[in-house]
C-alpha cells in the first residue's frame, strides 16, 4: 500500500528547492532592512485622542532573504514595550507571512496577506482573542504602506461586530 509520504529523493529534493527559493516577493522586502525610528499612535476607543509614542526598530535578513527579522522597543502608556516578528513569503501558499510576539503577551500573531504594487502596499489578515470576551477572536488586518524610500506607515485595524476600526498607526523613518 502505498502512502502519501512516498516519494524518491529526487521528488523530495525538487519540492524543497520549490520551497527554497528566493523570488521577487522576497526581494521586495529587503526595503525593510536597517534601522528605523517611529512615532505610534493609539486609540482606546474610536472617538479617542490617540495616545503617543516613539521608539525604534531593526529589521535583518534571515536565512538569505527568505524572511525579514523585525525587532521593535518603545513604550505603551506606562510600559516598557519591545516585539519581535518575522515577515516572508511563502512559496508553496503564493502570499506572504508575518507573525510576532511582544512583552506585553504570551500569544504568537500570525497573519497572511498579498502586495499590491500599485499601492505599494502590504496587507495581512489574522486574528487575535479578545480581551473582553474570552473564548472570542478580534479579526486584524494590518496595512504596510510604502511611503518613499525612507518612509513607510503601519496600521493596525481590529473588527468590532460589523466595524472596522484603527486602532493603532506607527510611522517609520529611515535612521
Known amino acids: 500500500m502505498k502512502t502519501l509520504l512516498t516519494r524518491t529523493p529526487k521528488q523530495f529534493k525538487r519540492g524543497l528547492e ?18 528605523w525610528a517611529h512615532k505610534t ?13 516613539n521608539g525604534k526598530s531593526k529589521v535583518a535578513s534571515l536565512h538569505d532573504g527568505r524572511h525579514y527579522v ?3 522597543s518603545g513604550r505603551i502608556i506606562d510600559d516598557v514595550f519591545t516585539s519581535s516578528s518575522q515577515m516572508g513569503f511563502d512559496n508553496l501558499r503564493e502570499e506572504y507571512i508575518t507573525f510576532s ?3 506585553l503577551s504570551t500569544g504568537l500573531f500570525v497573519a497572511y496577506g498579498k502586495y499590491d504594487s500599485a499601492k505599494k502596499t502590504y496587507t495581512f489578515y489574522g486574528e487575535i482573542p479578545s480581551l473582553r470576551n474570552p473564548g472570542e477572536s478580534i479579526k486584524v488586518r494590518l496595512v504596510r504602506r510604502i511611503v518613499d524610500e525612507n518612509h513607510y506607515t503601519f ?21
Open 41 to 53: 499612535s493609539i486609540w482606546l476607543a474610536p472617538d479617542s485622542e490617540p495616545i503617543q509614542s
Open 101 to 103: 510576539t511582544d512583552s
Open 18 to 35: 520549490r520551497r527554497a527559493v528566493v523570488r521577487k516577493e522576497h526581494e521586495r522586502l529587503k526595503y525593510f532592512e536597517g534601522n
Open 70 to 72: 523585525l525587532q521593535h
Open 155 to 175: 496600521e493596525w485595524h481590529e473588527t468590532h461586530g460589523r466595524q472596522e476600526i484603527k486602532t493603532m498607526q506607527s510611522d517609520f523613518t529611515r535612521k
